[in-house]
Structures are given as structure tokens and as C-alpha cells.
């Protein structure tokens, strides 16, 4: 019988080495507590996908590195991940048996074999994502959980010009968790611009490294520039503060996505079209930047 019609079939154990496999994942947060496993039975992320490669693997357990471990209800267009194994199978079968036995709001878009020196988490150069604003007077049903909705009109040239004053090397507590665990608040930050789309306000943010809910403190900051609540220079004042009690609330989870994290080109990771799927047909504001 073929792997395809029983996964889990009899596991290839002879081979003496052990291989470090890697996978893009896609991902839909609003019915887990967070990407990293939790100290209880409540569903995450990781928990589901390793519960499918475990399965994949014939029982040979599966434990998962990740490149950024996103929040409840954070979405992902393309979490990266490794894991090491003995198990022999090729990469369409650690694919398609994977997301066999996934739900239906996790689904594994590539896999493919690397290098021991690779490492999903250390070897990203950088990691961006995009918080998604539906600004309209009625409340939107389709998308509910997909994106964060604001009845007020935001002025997105202002959000724009708020937003230049967070570019290059920055102390970022005034955009810090009070449970994040970075050794330092101090982040370099590269990208980020503000674009109109339709009823659609995509922030496009990019660094190598961000602080627990520094995108979402910066969007709830942005928002309130947006709406006129503050002026711009606002921003300027909040970022040299240093004190997270002078930004705007914590915008929520539903319209942020981990959209791509970068990798140096030896490793020749597939590359996937930015997400999420129904802004596929906007332009890449950081194309001239790469």
C-alpha cells in the first residue's frame, strides 16, 4: 500500500542520520490560543501541527521550531518552521499527510529539506507583517475575523507621516507587551507605510525582530492619529517616552498576519505571494526596497 493511501505505514528507521526538514504554513488564529504550546489543554497552533506530522511520522514525535510565535488570533500567510527527524519520507509526503490531518484553517503550503545550519527562528534576516483596517460606517460580516473594523473615517496621510518618525533604530518600550520577554526593547525597524485600498487600510511593517504586540500597540497608536484624536507630531513624543501607558490601546488581533519572513538565498526557500488572499492584488509597497 503507497504512503499516500496509509501515512502511517511503517516508518523508514534505517537511515542513521537525522534530517532537519522545514515547512511554510498558513494559518487562521481565531480558534487558538496563540502559535507555542500552552501548560494546558487549550487548543494551539503548534499543538495541531505537530499532532499531524507526529501522525505523518508514524508516531515518531515531531517538536517544532517556528520563526515568530504569533498571538491568539493573529493570522499567518506564511509561518516558517523546522523540525529535525529520522523519519525518511519525501517532501510531498510530509505535505499532503500533514494537511491531511490538519483542520480546515491550517494548511502546509511548502516543505523542503535543509541543511543542519538551518534555523527557522535564527536564521530569519527579517520578518514583516501587515495589520489590515476596515474603516466603513457598517460593520462587515464576511470578514469579521480577518480584519479589525473602525467606523471612524481615518486620515491615512497623517497615519503616513506619524509612521516616518518610527523608522530606522529605536528604544520601542513605549510599543512593548508588559509580559514580553525580548532582552532588549531596542529594534531596527525598515519598512513600514500606510496604503488605501478600497475600504481596506493595510500597515505594512518590517524588521528583523518585533517586541510582544508591538505591531498591534503601533496600529491602536496609528488609529488614533487617523482619526484625529492626536496630532502627528504625537508619535514623536510617544516613542521617545519610552513608557507604554502614553501610546494607544492594544489594537486587536483579527487584522494581523505574519506575511513573510526573509532568509539568507542559500537556503533557497520557496517564496510565497504576500497574503493575506484577498489583498493578493495589491501592489508590494517595499518592492523597490528589496
Not at 98 to 126: C, G, M, T
Not at 130 to 146: C, E, M, Q, T
Request: glycine letters at 6%; hydrophobic letters at 40%.
Amino acid at each position: 500500500m503507497s504512503f499516500m493511501h496509509d501515512p502511517t505505514a511503517a516508518v523508514d528507521m534505517t537511515a542513521a542520520a537525522v534530517s532537519r526538514i522545514a515547512l511554510g504554513v498558513e494559518y487562521n488564529g481565531t480558534a487558538y490560543y496563540g502559535f507555542q504550546l500552552q501548560n494546558n489543554d487549550l487548543p494551539t497552533l503548534q499543538g495541531e501541527l505537530e499532532r499531524a506530522l507526529t501522525t505523518v511520522a508514524g508516531g515518531e514525535p515531531v517538536r517544532l521550531v517556528c520563526a515568530g510565535r504569533t498571538d491568539a488570533g493573529v493570522h499567518a500567510c506564511e509561518q516558517v518552521l523546522h523540525f529535525d527527524t529520522p523519519v525518511v519520507r519525501k517532501p510531498a509526503a510530509w505535505l499532503f499527510g500533514s494537511n491531511r490531518y490538519l483542520p480546515r484553517d491550517i494548511s502546509v503550503v511548502w516543505v523542503k529539506q535543509v541543511p543542519e545550519q538551518f534555523h527557522a527562528r535564527f536564521s530569519a534576516k527579517r520578518r514583516r507583517y501587515r495589520y489590515v483596517i476596515h474603516s466603513d460606517p457598517v460593520r462587515p460580516a464576511l470578514l469579521r475575523d480577518g480584519v479589525t473594523w473602525t467606523h471612524k473615517q481615518l486620515d491615512v496621510c497623517k497615519m503616513n507621516q506619524a509612521a516616518r518618525f518610527l523608522l530606522g533604530t529605536h528604544d520601542f518600550s513605549s510599543f512593548r507587551d508588559s509580559d514580553c520577554q525580548a532582552k532588549s526593547p531596542v529594534k531596527t525597524l525598515d519598512g513600514i507605510r500606510l496604503t488605501q485600498y478600497g475600504r481596506f487600510i493595510v500597515l505594512d511593517i518590517r524588521a528583523s525582530a518585533f517586541l510582544h504586540h508591538m505591531v498591534r500597540n503601533i496600529a491602536g497608536t496609528l488609529m488614533r492619529i487617523g482619526a484625529g484624536d492626536k496630532p502627528v507630531e504625537w508619535m514623536r513624543q510617544v516613542l521617545q517616552a519610552r513608557r507604554r501607558e502614553v501610546a494607544g490601546v492594544t489594537a486587536p488581533p483579527y487584522g494581523l498576519y505574519l506575511v513573510q519572513v526573509e532568509y539568507p538565498e542559500e537556503f533557497e526557500l520557496p517564496r510565497q505571494p504576500l497574503g493575506p488572499l484577498f489583498l493578493s492584488a495589491m501592489p508590494d509597497v517595499f518592492a523597490e526596497d528589496a
